[in-house]
Structure formats: C-alpha cells, structure tokens
C-alpha cells in the first residue's frame, strides 16, 4: 500500500504567499521561499507552489522564486500558474522542480499534456482541476483562469481524458470547499478517483485534523493538500501525520 502524502500548497501573488476563500479575499502570508523551507523540515511529503494570478494576468511563473525555493527544499515540488509551453515546462523543471502543474494550459491546449509527458515524463506532468457542482447539481464543471471563467467541461470526463493524454496526477480542487474549512469535497473527490488510475491530490476545504482522516478514509485520494490551516500554524504537519499514524493511515513520519 501506497504511503499518504501531506502537501502543503503555497499560493503566490507578486512574489508573496496568500491565501482566500472560494478564490477571492486574498492575505498576505508571508515569502515563499522561507515558507517552503520551514514546511520542508516539518516532514512534508510535497510541496506545490501555485502562481495563482499568473494565467490570468498573462504572464510568466516567477522562475527566480522557484529557483530559490529549490535550493532550499529536498522534497518534491510541483510549480503551476502561467505555464502554457513545452519550454514553460522545460524552465520550470530546469529551475529545480520536479513536477509542473498546467490548468488552463491544459483545458485550452490538451495536447500540451501529451507533449510534455512524452518529452519529460508523465510523472512530471500534473493536471489541476478546479471544479464546482452545477446548480442542477448533476455534476461539476471546470473553471480556468483562476477560476474566473466556467469551461462548462464535465470534470469526469476532463480526467479521464487528461489521463489518456498522458497526465500522471490529478490535483482536485473544489472551489465549494476551497477556503471554507468545512471539509474535503468527498463526493467530487469519490467521483473523480472513480473514474481515474492515476493519484488524485484532495484540494479545498481542510478545517481540522479529522477532515485529513476523513479524506483517506473515505475516499482513495493519494494525497490531501491544505494551505491556511498550515499558513496560519492552526495545525503543524507533524500533528497531522501522528494523528493519521494512530488511526492506522500509512504516512511517512
């Protein structure tokens, strides 16, 4: 059995960590780099840093903060935000990352999933989906840029073709959740890890440690993602992990 990992996530507006709630509302957290280091020696497993705002204002991931942050962090990191190019992807990895996370890219370009995974790897190639039940409540759709803008696409049927593409994870956000900290969306989750092969991070609504327990216990998530909770020192990653470890979760302490 697969180990469970904890990630926490690193949101980045103008060189600096912040944090909302259902995508707007936006604090000043802190610099990411140190940020990143501190959370690399609190026993995360991953670390994924988001550009948020890079997509939708048209420009470039910041390539110098992520550099930065590789020097000081030997755990995986996943870069996503403003990546819309096999040589986006080439930069970031070359700057020290080990996986790239493409959104609107991917929706926009699906065929930049298959060129990346074959030219780096599919394990390099992460697909982050950012969905929201519809009001019919019949399923969810996809949201890009930041989630300004409905694609009207059945996440479904978005994973399961981002997996034939050549997508080597999923990272799940529910904008329902995302903020909230009423819990991970484990209906969305359940739908989406149904209908893949490929590990899905849980993203969007960690209140407490129990959501943590709740979201490998009720789902097949692979990973479960929080940022506030972890911003804010509400929670610190060790706790979780010993938490999960008393109720039988296979964690990496």
């Known amino acids: 059995m697969l180990t469970k990992r904890i990630i926490p996530c690193l949101d980045v507006k103008a060189g600096r960590v912040v944090k909302g709630v ?15 280091e501190i959370y690399s020696e609190a026993g995360a497993d991953e670390i994924v840093f988001l550009d948020i705002t890079a997509t939708y204002e ?4 910041m390539i110098d903060v992520v550099r930065k942050t590789a020097e000081k962090v030997f755990i995986p990191l996943t870069v996503g935000g403003g990546i819309n190019t096999v040589e986006d992807f080439k930069n970031i990895l070359r ?3 080990d996986k790239v996370s493409i959104n609107s890219a991917a929706v926009k370009n699906p065929n ?6 074959r030219k780096f790897g599919n ?17 969810w759709d996809v949201f890009i840029s930041g989630g300004r803008v409905n694609t009207k696409l059945d996440a479904i049927e978005w994973a399961k073709k981002a997996e034939s593409l050549g997508a080597g994870e999923i990272l799940l956000t529910s904008m329902d959740a995302d903020g909230t900290k009423g819990g991970y969306d484990i209906n969305f989750l359940n739908a989406i890890c149904d209908s ?14 129990e959501h943590f327990y709740d979201v490998f216990d009720k789902t097949d998530a692979d990973a479960a993602l929080a940022a506030s909770l972890f911003h804010y020192k509400e929670l610190t ?7 999960l470890k008393n109720k039988n979760v296979e964690i990496r302490l």
Do not use: H, M, W
Not at 22 to 36: E, H, R, S, T, Y
Not at 58 to 61: C, I, P, Q, V, Y
């Open 58 to 61: 048209e420009r470039k991931t």
């Open 237 to 243: 990653i060790p706790e979780v992990k010993r938490y």
């Open 22 to 36: 259902n995508f707007v509302g936006l604090k000043d957290v802190g610099d990411p780099v140190q940020i990143a």
């Open 112 to 117: 930049l999933i298959t060129e990346a995974s």
């Open 196 to 209: 893949v092969n490929i590990p899905v991070i849980a993203s969007g609504g960690c209140g407490n440690i």
């Open 123 to 139: 394990q390099c190639v992460v697909v982050a989906i950012d969905g929201k039940l519809r009001e019919d409540k019949t399923g």
């Open 95 to 97: 700057a020290g990352a």
